[in-house]
């Protein structure tokens, strides 16, 4: 919601401050200067800019709206067609995106839509296998979400003893024959913990892109708890035409599509990028420092996604 109401905001000051302006150029504007011009025929010399403001001043509105309107415009475009910033709350990208992390989003990507009621108004692209795609939630549309695209419109997802596998663009004939695995090659253990566990970092490849994931050696299976499409069996989806099968790479704390369901593209908001700045807010016990306070930059983190 509140990104909601701040594109309504910079739409709304974008028409006000640009009426402001313009009905002043057209219609107060040459009164001014028409009454500047009559003085200065009187008295037989051109005035000085200081004299001209005091004899038909710009009230501060209109002095406002002129300087601000080219700015307002500039951002409402960046951030509504080209770029939008956004912070990482949780873990569940983990160990892709921090939280902490704030990246920049590629809304040109998946298509040009209105900054309000988000109507695609020009056609660029769709996800790709293995994007990493910020959305709204299906369930909750006020809320963003990120999360990799692993299916996209036809595929069959199957994801089962923690091993995804992808036969894609199968529907509406899916027989189960062609799925393929996508391999996960063992990395670490020891660079994220869940409590005192270790978690297993697993590299995977996805289309064009490379990433990490990683798994909970200790967590059972958690297949009572996804979502169930008609038709297919537990652990099973076919993803329907105009939607996206998403997951998190935190395979074993994310709540994704195997949760509850597939991404609408009208949902779809851009592609993560870059992360532009990294904060860390981890501090020891005794610290008088406050919590929203952070310890420091990591500068390391800066760059590209994959």
Not at 130 to 143: H, Q, R
Request: charged share 25%; net charge neutral; with cysteine.
């Amino acid at each position: 919601m509140t990104t909601f109401y701040f594109s309504l905001l910079l739409v709304l000051a974008t028409v006000f401050t640009g009426v402001v302006w313009l009905v002043d150029h057209f219609l107060f504007k040459p009164k001014r200067e028409a009454a500047v011009k009559k003085i200065s025929e009187k008295t037989g010399r051109e005035l000085t800019e200081e004299e001209a403001n005091r004899l038909a001043p710009e009230s501060s509105l209109v002095e406002f709206s002129r300087s601000a309107f080219p700015l307002i415009v500039f951002i409402l475009i960046l951030r509504s067609f080209i770029y939008e910033p956004f912070r990482i709350p949780s873990g569940s990208m983990l160990p892709t995106l921090l939280v902490g992390d704030f990246i920049l989003v590629e809304k040109f990507r998946y298509g040009l839509r209105d900054p309000i009621f988000r109507h695609e108004f020009y056609r660029t692209g769709r996800p790709q296998h293995g994007e990493i795609a910020v959305f709204k939630y299906p369930l909750e549309p006020d809320i963003d979400y990120i999360k990799r695209v692993v299916g996209l419109p036809g595929d069959r997802i199957i994801y089962q003893d923690k091993t995804l596998y992808i036969e894609r663009a199968c529907a509406p004939e899916c027989r189960g024959a062609n799925a393929e695995e996508v391999v996960k090659t063992f990395v670490n253990d020891s660079d994220f913990f869940y409590g005192r566990v270790a978690l297993n970092r697993y590299e995977e490849t996805l289309g064009e892109r490379t990433y990490n994931t990683l798994i909970n050696p200790t967590t059972a299976s958690q297949m009572s708890g996804y979502y169930n499409q008609a038709g297919t069996r537990v652990g099973e989806w076919i993803v329907p035409e105009g939607h996206y099968f998403v997951v998190g790479d935190n395979r074993d704390n994310s709540r994704d599509s195997r949760y509850w369901g597939f991404v609408q593209e009208d949902l779809l908001v851009g592609r993560a990028v870059f992360v532009w700045l990294s904060l860390e807010f981890e501090r020891s016990p005794d610290s008088l420092l406050p919590g929203w306070i952070p310890s420091r930059v990591r500068f390391e983190r800066l760059g590209g996604l994959t």
